[in-house]
Nanobody, 125 residues
Framework: QVQLLESGGGLVQAGGSLRLSCAAS????????MAWFRQAPGKEREFVAR????????YATDSVKGRFTISRDNAQNTVYLQMNNLKPEDTAVYYC??????????????????WGQGTQVTVSS
């Protein structure tokens, strides 16, 4: 059974840092593009960052670029999201997601077929 399990969320003050992890199990995801999305209360799920199997990355413009870094360890079947200089507006449930193997570029949630259960990130002012 394929499973994505996020961890690392929590409560942090503005300006602080968190590192989210997403451990995949059930199969190898080394050839799957992986991404992080987030969803704040009352808002739609939004794209945060994506990483290809090659390590090439894409970030949501303006909101997180320069503060967040996505990375992956294919040997560990794990994807990370390092979040620095956190702001209250970063408060959301963060989801790890995977596209099918070798899938084309997409930042749209419906193109991701595997999802984790989410981890809460709360940034206090």
């Amino acid at each position: 059974q394929v499973q994505l399990l996020e961890s690392g969320g929590g409560l942090v003050q503005a300006g602080g840092s968190l590192r989210l992890s997403c451990a995949a199990s059930g199969r190898t995801f080394s050839n799957n593009p992986m991404a992080w999305f987030r969803q704040a209360p009352g808002k739609e799920r939004e794209f945060v960052a994506r990483i290809r199997s090659s390590g090439i990355t894409t970030y949501a413009t303006d909101s997180v670029k320069g503060r967040f870094t996505i990375s992956r360890d294919n040997a560990q079947n794990t994807v990370y999201l390092q979040m620095n200089n956190l702001k209250p507006e970063d408060t959301a449930v963060y989801y790890c997601a995977a596209q099918r193997q070798f899938a084309p570029y997409s930042t749209t949630a419906r193109d991701y077929v595997y999802w984790g259960q989410g981890t809460q990130v709360t940034v206090s002012s």
